[in-house]
């Protein structure tokens, strides 16, 4: 699944970022809004881990749900 399509579907996406990083919370999905970058620079924040690190976290994510 593309960026648009994860954008389009941020409402049943949520569920399953918070699953996959459970110190994501609701503001943070909130601003994050289905746009890639925040969710890494997100990650990086919470979990204390390299862009790239967090890139290839968020690139290997089923986003199937």
Not at 6 to 14: H, P, T, V
Not at 20 to 36: C, F, H, M, N, P
Not at 39 to 52: A, C, M, N
């Amino acid at each position: 699944m593309n960026w648009e399509q994860i954008r389009g579907n941020w409402e049943q996406m949520k569920g399953e970022l918070k699953i996959q990083w459970s110190k994501l919370t609701d503001d943070d999905v909130a601003r994050i809004d289905g746009e890639r970058d925040k969710l890494v620079g997100r990650l990086q924040e919470l979990y204390g881990i390299s862009k790239e690190e967090a890139e290839k976290q968020v690139d290997k994510q089923d986003w199937t749900g």
